[in-house]
C-alpha cells in the first residue's frame, strides 16, 4: 500500500512494552485510546520480545491503527513489518542500513530514520529516508542509552542546514522527553526561519499517562496552538506596527493600561536589589512578589503576571528554582525575562546560562554587552564582576548582536548601556534615553527587568513594544528624576526616581513620546 503520501508527523506514538512505561497495561488498549485521542502515525516498539510475539503484537495493532486510518511503522524489523503488512519501519543508527531496508520492502513503504547531527541527517535524506526522528532532544529515561543529548539548539541546526522539515519533503520530528510543558517551547525554539518541525514523538508522554486519550489530545491541541503562546514578538492576526512613529504612537496606551493593572511582577531576583526591585514595581504600577521558592512558583504562575528570572546571586539551590519558575510560566503560557548577571564572569555563570536556556523559553532576554556576549557564548567578551566592561562592539555591530540573537532564541533581546538596543529578530530599535545617575547606583538595571517583565504580562499583543514601553517608562523618569532639583547625586536620585516613576506613568502629559523618546 502506498501510505507515503498520506502519512501525518504532527503527533507520533512511540510504543513501549517495559514494565517502567507499559506497567501492567494493555498496550492494544492504550494505543487505541491515543488514536482516539488524535495520534496520526504509531511506531510499534519493543527492544526485548521474541519474534513470535512480536509478529503477534505488531498485527494486532495494525488491525487497530487500520480502523483509525493511521500507518503503523515497525521499529527495527523488516521482517515484522512484512509478516503483518504494516506500513514501514523506522530505524536507527545501529539498525539496519536504510538502502537495504528498502530492498526488502515494497514500494512505498514507509522508512524513517533516527538522526542526531547534521552528518546522519544528511546520510539518511541521501540514501532516501521519507521522515526523520531527530534526537535524543532531552535526557529521557525511555531510551538510557542515547548518544547524544541535542537540544532544541542541535535541532535547529539540522533543520537549518538539511533538507528537512517543513521546508522540504523530507519531514522531521523530534524525540526525547517532549510533554504537554515543554511541546510548544520544543516546536517554537526548533524553528529556523519559515522551516520547522512537522511534529514530535513521544513515547511516555502518552504511553505512562493515566488517560492516554485526554493526554493525545491535548498534546494535539498544544501543537496547534504552539504559535500563539509562544510567538517571538506579535501575537498571530495582530497587526505589527513596524516603523518608529506607529510604535511611539502606541506606547500612551500601554502605558496607561500598565499602570492601571497591578499586574503580579514575580521576581526570581538577586539579594542585593530586592527592596528597590519591589519598590520600582509599586511606583510604576505593578505588584511585586519576591519568591525564590521553586515549589510555589506553579501556583504564581498561574495569576496572569511575568517572572524575572535575575542571576544577579546564584547559588546551587536557587539555579533549581530558577528552572521550577521558568518551566511553571511556560506550562501557563505566561512571559518569563532572563536577566543572566554577571553572566561572562565566571564559568558557574556560563553553565547556568546554558542550562538555563536549555530548560525554557525566555520572552525577552536582557543583559549589558557582557552579558548578552555570555548569551551568544562567545568568548571574545570577558567580563570583570558583573559590570558591563569595556565596549568592544561600535554601535552598529551592537544592533546587529541584538539582532541576531532575537532571531537565534525566537524571543526579545535587549542589551542595555549608554543607548539600550532592542530587537525582536525583525524590528530592532537603539534608545537614547535614561540618565549616567541610573549608573551610579546598585540595580538599576535588574529593576529595569521587572518592569519590562511587567509591561509584557501586560500588554500581550506585541512584546517588543510592551517592552519598549516599559523601558521609556523607566528611563524617561530617570531623566526627569536627574533633571529635579532635590535630586543632589545617587542619593537623593533614587527616592526622586521613585516618585518620577510613580508620576511620569500617572501623568498623561507626559505621554506625547513622540516629543521625548530618543529612539533612533
Ligand atoms: N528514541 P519519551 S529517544 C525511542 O533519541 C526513542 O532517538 C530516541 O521517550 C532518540 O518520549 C526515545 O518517553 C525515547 O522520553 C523517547
Ligand atoms: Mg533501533
Not at 508527523?9 to 485510546?33: A, R
Not at 526485548?48 to 487497530?64: F, Q, R, V, Y
Not at 530548560?359 to 558591563?388: H, L
Request: charged share 20%; hydrophobic share 40%; with cysteine.
Amino acid at each position: 500500500m502506498s501510505a507515503k503520501s498520506k502519512f501525518d508527523l504532527t503527533l507520533y506514538l512511540v510504543t513501549d512494552s517495559t514494565p517502567e512505561v507499559l506497567g501492567g497495561k494493555d498496550i492494544c488498549h492504550i494505543v487505541e485510546e491515543a488514536l482516539k485521542g488524535g495520534v496520526t502515525l504509531v511506531q510499534y516498539r519493543d527492544k526485548h520480545a521474541d519474534t513470535g510475539l512480536l509478529i503477534e503484537t505488531a498485527s494486532k495493532l495494525h488491525a487497530i491503527t487500520k480502523k483509525y486510518n493511521v500507518p503503523l511503522l515497525i521499529n527495527d524489523r523488516v521482517d515484522v513489518c512484512l509478516a503483518v503488512g504494516a506500513e514501514g519501519v523506522h530505524i536507527g543508527q545501529d539498525d539496519m542500513n536504510i538502502a537495504k531496508a528498502k530492498t526488502l520492502l515494497p514500494q512505498g513503504a514507509i522508512v524513517g530514520v533516527t538522526a542526531s547531527s547534521v552528518n546522519e541527517a544528511d546520510a539518511a535524506i541521501e540514501n532516501g529516508a521519507d521522515y526523520l526522528g531527530i534526537g535524543t532532544m532531552f535526557a529521557t529515561p525511555t531510551k538510557k542509552d542515547t548518544k547524544s543529548i541535542i537540544g532544541t539548539r542541535g535541532t535547529k541546526l539540522i533543520l537549518s542546514k538539511c533538507q528537512t522539515g517543513t521546508e522540504h519533503n523530507v519531514g522531521c520530528v523530534a524525540i526525547g522527553s517532549i510533554n504537554r510543558s515543554n511541546v510548544q517551547r520544543v516546536l517554537h525554539q526548533s524553528t529556523f526561519g519559515s522551516n520547522k518541525l512537522n511534529g514530535v514523538a513521544v513515547v511516555s508522554a502518552i504511553m505512562a499517562a493515566p488517560d492516554p486519550q485526554a493526554a493525545a489530545s491535548e498534546l494535539r491541541d498544544r501543537i496547534r496552538s504552539a504559535a500563539e503562546q509562544f510567538y517571538i514578538s506579535a501575537r498571530p492576526g495582530v497587526k505589527v506596527a513596524a516603523d518608529v512613529e506607529e510604535v511611539l504612537g502606541q506606547m500612551p496606551a500601554v502605558i496607561k493600561k500598565h499602570v492601571l493593572s497591578s499586574v503580579l511582577c514575580h521576581n526570581m531576583t538577586n539579594t542585593v536589589v530586592q527592596n528597590f526591585a519591589a519598590n520600582v514595581c509599586l511606583a510604576t504600577g505593578s505588584s511585586p512578589i519576591m519568591s525564590l521558592n521553586g515549589a510555589e512558583a506553579p501556583d504564581l504562575a498561574k495569576l496572569g503576571g511575568g517572572l524575572v528570572i535575575n542571576m544577579g546571586t546564584i547559588t546551587p539551590d536557587i539555579m533549581s528554582a530558577y528552572q521550577a519558575g521558568v518551566k511553571a510560566y511556560n506550562a501557563a503560557g505566561n512571559p518569563v525575562l532572563l536577566d543572566p548577571v554577571g553572566g561572562g564572569a565566571t564559568s558557574v555563570r556560563r553553565a547556568a546560562i546554558q542550562t538555563l536556556l536549555a530548560t525554557g523559553f525566555y520572552s525577552v532576554i536582557k543583559g549589558n554587552e557582557g552579558e548578552i556576549g555570555a548569551v551568544m557564548g562567545s568568548s571574545t567578551t570577558q567580563q570583570r564582576g558583573v559590570d558591563s566592561g569595556p565596549s568592544i562592539s561600535n554601535e552598529e555591530q551592537k544592533a546587529d548582536i541584538v539582532k541576531w540573537l532575537a532571531q537565534r532564541e525566537r524571543c526579545v533581546v535587549l542589551m542595555t548601556g549608554a543607548t539600550d538596543y532592542l530587537s525582536d529578530g525583525s524590528r530592532t530599535v537603539a534608545i537614547s534615553n535614561g540618565t549616567k545617575l541610573l549608573g551610579s547606583i546598585t540595580g538599576s538595571g535588574c529593576a529595569l527587568g521587572s518592569v519590562v517583565t511587567s509591561y509584557m504580562a501586560v500588554h500581550r499583543d506585541d512584546k517588543f513594544v510592551a517592552a519598549l514601553a516599559g523601558i521609556l517608562h523607566y528611563e524617561i523618569a530617570a531623566e526627569r528624576a536627574a533633571a529635579n532639583p532635590s535630586c543632589r547625586g545617587p542619593g537623593s536620585f533614587i527616592p526622586t526616581f521613585l516618585d518620577e516613576l510613580y508620576l511620569f506613568g500617572r501623568d498623561e502629559e507626559n505621554w506625547n513620546l513622540h516629543k521625548t523618546a530618543k529612539i533612533k
